[in-house]
C-alpha cells in the first residue's frame, strides 16, 4: 500500500527553527508538494519538489531525497501565525496525489 | 479575487436527506476535485473532473456524485447522506489533467456537513 508518514503534532518556540519531516511509501514519484492549513481555513500551496535538494523561498526551505523516500519542510525565524497544520503530499506513478495526515506545528511565545 | 467559492459553509441535515455541495471557481481551470478531511486522516480524494464533461471517481467515491457541465460549476451530492459522510469538504481546481506534476491545487475554504 502507499503510506505518507509525518508527525502527529510538534510544538516550537517563537524565532526558533523547527524541522517538520515526512517520509513516503509510494507506487514511484513524480513529486513532492507541501501545503500549509491553518485551522479551519483551506490548505495553501508551500513548496514543490521533484529533484533532490534543498529549495529555499523565505523562511521556509524544502528538502527532498528520493533514494531514502524523505522529505522535510524547515521553518525559520518562526512567527506565531506560523502556527498551523502543514501537509506532504506525493504525485505516484499513475500522477494521484496521495496526501499525508498532516503535522500540527504550535508555536509558543 | 479569483479563486474557488463552495456553498454552504457549514450544514447539519438528518440521514437519508439528499444534499449538494456546491463549488464555482473564476480562474477556468481545467481540473477541479472534491476531496474530504477527516481527522487524524489525509485528504481523500472522492471525484475528480479532468475537463469539462468528464468526471472520474477517486479514492472514497461511494455515496457520493459530481457533474461537470461547465467549466466553472462541479457540485458534488449526496443522494442519501449518513452518519459516516460527516466531515470538511474541499472542492480544488488546478490547470492541469491529475492535479499533478508541478501544477498547484487551489482550494476553495471548505463546506462542514455534519449528518445526524
Known amino acids: 500500500g502507499q503510506n505518507i508518514d509525518q508527525p502527529t503534532e510538534m510544538t516550537a518556540t517563537e524565532g526558533a527553527i523547527v524541522q517538520i519531516n515526512c517520509t513516503y511509501q509510494t507506487s514511484g514519484f513524480n513529486g513532492l508538494f507541501w501545503y500549509q492549513q491553518h485551522a479551519g481555513e483551506a490548505p495553501t500551496f508551500l513548496s514543490y519538489?521533484?529533484l533532490d535538494g534543498l529549495e529555499e523561498k523565505g523562511r521556509f526551505s524544502s528538502f527532498l531525497s528520493r533514494s531514502k523516500g524523505y522529505s522535510y519542510l524547515l521553518l525559520k525565524e518562526l512567527q506565531m501565525k506560523d502556527s498551523a497544520s502543514y501537509l506532504c503530499a506525493v504525485i505516484d506513478s499513475n500522477y494521484q496525489l496521495i496526501w499525508g495526515a498532516g503535522t500540527k506545528l504550535i508555536i509558543k511565545p | 479575487i479569483a479563486g474557488i467559492t463552495q456553498a454552504p459553509t457549514s450544514q447539519i441535515l438528518a440521514a437519508g436527506r439528499r444534499m449538494t455541495l456546491r463549488c464555482t471557481q473564476d480562474?477556468?481551470?481545467?481540473?477541479m476535485y472534491w476531496y474530504r478531511q477527516d481527522l487524524g486522516l489525509g485528504l481523500r480524494l472522492i471525484h475528480y473532473s479532468n475537463t469539462a464533461g468528464t468526471t472520474g471517481k477517486g479514492e472514497v467515491p461511494d455515496g457520493y456524485s459530481v457533474s461537470r457541465a461547465n467549466t466553472d460549476d462541479f457540485p458534488l451530492t449526496l443522494a442519501s447522506a449518513v452518519p459516516s459522510q460527516t466531515s470538511v469538504y474541499f472542492c480544488a481546481s488546478s490547470d492541469s489533467i491529475g492535479g499533478s506534476g508541478a501544477n498547484v491545487l487551489t482550494f476553495g475554504a471548505g463546506s462542514r456537513l455534519t449528518v445526524l
Open positions: 480562474m477556468r481551470h481545467n481540473a
Open positions: 519538489n521533484v
